[in-house]
């Protein structure tokens, strides 16, 4: 279980490094009007869908999640909060995705840019950042 924490961890600095990088490559390619596909924007996919299956294993194995101690904030953020946030913000990627692929042109790096900055905003409200007090494992 140490291992999946430490590479549902690591990952997530992969994760939001490749969003970061779709999302410029799409508005700039978005404003020279440039017709084609950039592979971030693949890369960036399968990167997050690799982190959801992670976070699922380790949903269903973690001590953090229990049900009946949903009244207390860190039980609640790791039973519903974060994995409710990453499931919304992970279908948005997959929708802009896949939309993206039916168009041509700025269209298409429009809509990554739209999908893969509003997944990433949920993303990032969603991480278990040390301020917030969640009792998680930081490094």
């Known amino acids: ?11 997530r600095y992969v ?23 950039s592979k971030v924007y693949l890369f960036a996919l399968i990167a997050t869908h690799t982190q959801l299956l992670i976070g699922l294993i380790l949903y269903t194995m973690s001590p953090k999640v229990d049900f009946s101690l949903i009244s207390e904030k860190v039980f ?14 992970i279908v948005l990627i997959t929708i802009g995705r896949v939309r993206s692929k039916k168009l041509a042109g700025a269209d298409k790096h429009r809509t990554i840019l739209y999908f893969y ?19 998680s494992a930081w490094f």
């Not at 279980?1 to 990952?11: D, E, K, W």
């Not at 490094?17 to 596909?37: E, H, T």
Request: charged share 15%.
């Open 1 to 11: 279980m140490n291992i999946l924490i430490r590479a549902h961890s690591g990952l």
């Open 15 to 37: 994760v939001l490094g490749l969003l970061i990088a779709a999302i410029f490559i799409a508005y700039s390619n978005w404003r020279k009007s440039k017709d084609g596909d």
């Open 76 to 89: 609640r953020f790791y039973s519903i909060e974060h994995v409710f946030m990453m499931v919304i913000a």
């Open 117 to 135: 900055a509003m997944a990433l905003i949920i993303i990032l409200v969603a991480i278990p950042w040390p301020f917030r007090n969640l009792g």
